[in-house]
């Protein structure tokens, strides 16, 4: 029997193979990009959402997320980085010219917002899904407070082509020669990358972090024992801050921190979070009560829905109609990984940069051939003692992370994974006769010598050099894009195309609400029915 590699060198050479690395010109990427519709004086948009937008039901590629205001920006699954960055221009370009003089909020951390009434909650229709999307929101908003769900982020979302899967199990995990990969050990890998993603993910913050500062409206009325210095008239930031988006004060959920999501294999995963889904909370039952005649959430328990579940990744399958994740997952396994730990890029127009694309997939390459051990709840407490520390520190010299229990330099311990990411990236530029992978990889190691070249660093230096707000600061920036993007042109939709995928969007929701043939309780009832526990 032959042996199987288990060591970073031994594995590494199994991806410099030629059959394996050829597939990795397969590698795919769809992007969900968060932003808010405001007014010319920055204030939340009042407005619903545009018609000339399409269904937020069932547009493909424009929805709302929590909020009416909120836009959720949809690419679907690529291999061209190129062709994913001009298709979510397309969108914005497309929104910006069908939203009057609104713009688009440029920063994942919102501003000119003094009370959480001010944020509208989406509007799905009157359809029984559209309903119950919409009552979930509601949930949201009662459970943790509007404030944190109108914070914006980006998701990458990533997969490995089929072929690669293939030939990388035959030489690392598969029994026998020729034993075909399939929907098991295909998600089994895929779960040691999402291990190794959660042990090294610190790194994503201080490389992307682009929120060390907030509005005041934040932190009124919040308990916090960080020491924040203010700035300009209302603006609030840790010296060393990475990502306060993802801090406590950000978008978290302290309640879910006993939950014990496991992510050792699917059948772990999925276990952990339908007992979750299944928990009753005691501080949720005050919830239960219908006020002023309607629902207040969708259920008390600890997670309404499996969305609910913050985490900065998450394993995915695509979803038929109305079929819970979970299900897809163990149906069909693992088809990519979506992160969720970016923020929006302020300094992009469209909130990410092409360099971001390669070294994600550096990274996430590196997550799949780095061994990656099981991991038992002291090790997951790790990774998120080190990623909290870094959105709240992550640019203090002095900052000493974890590494299986051992203290250890940020810097250390990063400049050690560029050494090993530099072979991984090798056999990326081998693969697709290019350079950018090592050129990313470059770029993104000189934040890590020098820690003013951060996103979160250069914004900082502004504030403090200008004295001036967040707010003023990202007030100027979408001004700015809304002109860039209007001037830009469109590379794979027009205005035509997209016009025409709005009008079908309302055609389809239209449709939906026409076919509903029970009453919303017992459509309910029936979804929640086909309980997580079968």
Same mark, same amino acid.
């Given at each position: 029997?032959?042996?199987?590699?288990?060591?970073?060198?031994?594995?590494?050479?199994?991806?410099?193979?030629?059959?394996?690395?050829?597939?990795?010109?397969?590698?795919?990427?769809?992007?969900?990009?968060?932003?808010?519709?405001?007014?010319?004086?920055?204030?939340?948009?009042?407005?619903?959402?545009?018609?000339?937008?399409?269904?937020?039901?069932?547009?493909?590629?424009?929805?709302?997320?929590?909020?009416?205001?909120?836009?959720?920006?949809?690419?679907?699954?690529?291999?061209?980085?190129?062709?994913?960055?001009?298709?979510?221009?397309?969108?914005?370009?497309?929104?910006?010219?069908?939203?009057?003089?609104?713009?688009?909020?440029?920063?994942?951390?919102?501003?000119?917002?003094?009370?959480?009434?001010?944020?509208?909650?989406?509007?799905?229709?009157?359809?029984?899904?559209?309903?119950?999307?919409?009552?979930?929101?509601?949930?949201?908003?009662?459970?943790?407070?509007?404030?944190?769900?109108?914070?914006?982020?980006?998701?990458?979302?990533?997969?490995?082509?089929?072929?690669?899967?293939?030939?990388?199990?035959?030489?690392? &995990? #598969? $029994? *026998?020669?020729?034993?075909?990969?399939? %929907?098991?050990?295909? @998600?089994?890998?895929?779960?040691?990358?999402?291990?190794?993603?959660?042990?090294?993910?610190?790194?994503?913050?201080?490389?992307?972090?682009?929120?060390?500062?907030?509005?005041?409206?934040?932190?009124?009325?919040?308990?916090?024992?960080?020491?924040?210095?203010?700035?300009?008239?209302?603006?609030?930031?840790?010296?060393?801050?990475?990502?306060?988006?993802?801090?406590?004060?950000?978008?978290?959920?302290?309640?879910?921190?006993?939950?014990?999501?496991?992510?050792?294999?699917?059948?772990?995963?999925?276990?952990?979070?339908?007992?979750?889904?299944?928990?009753?909370?005691?501080?949720?039952?005050?919830?239960?009560?219908?006020?002023?005649?309607?629902?207040?959430?969708?259920?008390?328990?600890?997670?309404?829905?499996?969305?609910?579940?913050?985490?900065?990744?998450?394993?995915?399958?695509?979803?038929? &109609? #109305? $079929? *819970?994740?979970?299900?897809?997952?163990? %149906?069909?396994?693992? @088809?990519?990984?979506?992160?969720?730990?970016?923020?929006?890029?302020?300094?992009?127009?469209?909130?990410?940069?092409?360099?971001?694309?390669?070294?994600?997939?550096?990274?996430?390459?590196?997550?799949?051939?780095?061994?990656?051990?099981?991991?038992?709840?002291?090790?997951?407490?790790?990774?998120?003692?080190?990623?909290?520390?870094?959105?709240?520190?992550?640019?203090?010299?002095?900052?000493?992370?974890?590494?299986?229990?051992?203290?250890?330099?940020?810097?250390?311990?990063?400049?050690?994974?560029?050494?090993?990411?530099?072979?991984?990236?090798?056999?990326?530029?081998?693969?697709?006769?290019?350079?950018?992978?090592?050129?990313?990889?470059?770029?993104?190691?000189?934040?890590?010598?020098?820690?003013?070249?951060?996103?979160?660093?250069?914004?900082?230096?502004?504030?403090?050099?200008?004295?001036?707000?967040?707010?003023?600061?990202?007030?100027?920036?979408?001004?700015?894009?809304?002109?860039?993007?209007?001037?830009?042109?469109?590379?794979?939709?027009?205005?035509?195309?997209?016009?025409?995928?709005?009008?079908?969007?309302?055609?389809?929701?239209?449709?939906?609400?026409?076919?509903?043939?029970?009453?919303?309780?017992?459509?309910?009832?029936?979804?929640?029915?086909?309980?997580?526990?079968?």
């Amino acid at each position: 029997m032959q042996v199987k590699p288990t060591s970073f060198s031994e594995r590494l050479i199994v991806l410099q193979d030629q059959a394996v690395a050829q597939t990795l010109t397969g590698i795919r990427h769809g992007i969900e990009r968060e932003t808010l519709r405001i007014n010319p004086d920055g204030g939340l948009a009042q407005s619903p959402h545009q018609e000339a937008l399409g269904s937020a039901l069932t547009h493909e590629f424009i929805t709302t997320d929590f909020s009416e205001s909120l836009l959720e920006f949809i690419t679907p699954p690529e291999v061209s980085v190129q062709k994913t960055l001009g298709q979510l221009n397309d969108v914005h370009k497309f929104a910006v010219s069908n939203m009057g003089d609104e713009r688009l909020w440029p920063m994942s951390m919102p501003c000119f917002i003094e009370n959480q009434d001010a944020i509208p909650i989406a509007n799905f229709g009157t359809s029984n899904v559209g309903k119950m999307k919409t009552l979930y929101r509601v949930g949201l908003k009662n459970r943790y407070g509007s404030m944190m769900q109108a914070i914006s982020g980006v998701h990458f979302n990533f997969s490995l082509p089929d072929e690669f899967w293939q030939k990388w199990l035959e030489k690392t &995990s #598969l $029994e *026998k020669s020729d034993e075909k990969a399939n %929907k098991h050990t295909i @998600s089994a890998a895929y779960f040691a990358l999402i291990r190794n993603y959660r042990r090294f993910c610190w790194l994503i913050p201080y490389l992307y972090g682009a929120s060390p500062a907030i509005c005041g409206s934040f932190i009124k009325g919040k308990k916090t024992d960080l020491p924040f210095k203010k700035l300009g008239s209302g603006t609030y930031y840790l010296p060393y801050a990475t990502s306060l988006r993802m801090s406590d004060l950000g978008y978290t959920n302290s309640a879910q921190s006993g939950l014990n999501i496991c992510y050792n294999n699917v059948d772990s995963y999925i276990a952990s979070l339908k007992a979750a889904i299944n928990q009753p909370s005691e501080a949720f039952q005050k919830y239960i009560p219908s006020k002023d005649g309607k629902k207040q959430q969708l259920n008390a328990n600890v997670l309404q829905i499996e969305n609910e579940l913050y985490s900065p990744i998450r394993p995915k399958q695509p979803t038929q &109609s #109305l $079929e *819970k994740p979970s299900d897809a997952l163990d %149906k069909r396994g693992v @088809s990519y990984v979506e992160i969720r730990a970016l923020d929006v890029n302020p300094f992009s127009a469209i909130g990410i940069e092409e360099n971001q694309f390669y070294f994600l997939d550096v990274f996430l390459l590196y997550c799949v051939t780095k061994p990656s051990a099981m991991m038992d709840a002291e090790q997951y407490h790790e990774t998120e003692v080190n990623l909290s520390a870094v959105v709240d520190h992550g640019r203090d010299p002095e900052l000493m992370l974890l590494n299986v229990q051992q203290p250890i330099g940020l810097s250390t311990w990063a400049l050690q994974m560029f050494s090993e990411m530099q072979e991984v990236a090798l056999v990326l530029d081998n693969a697709n006769s290019t350079t950018d992978y090592s050129v990313a990889l470059e770029l993104e190691k000189q934040k890590i010598i020098d820690p003013s070249l951060t996103p979160s660093a250069k914004i900082l230096e502004r504030l403090v050099r200008q004295q001036s707000d967040n707010g003023s600061f990202g007030l100027a920036l979408a001004e700015d894009y809304k002109q860039q993007l209007i001037d830009s042109d469109y590379e794979f939709m027009n205005a035509e195309v997209l016009a025409e995928h709005a009008r079908l969007s309302i055609d389809k929701q239209r449709i939906i609400e026409q076919q509903d043939n029970v009453s919303f309780d017992d459509f309910l009832g029936s979804y929640f029915a086909v309980t997580t526990t079968d």
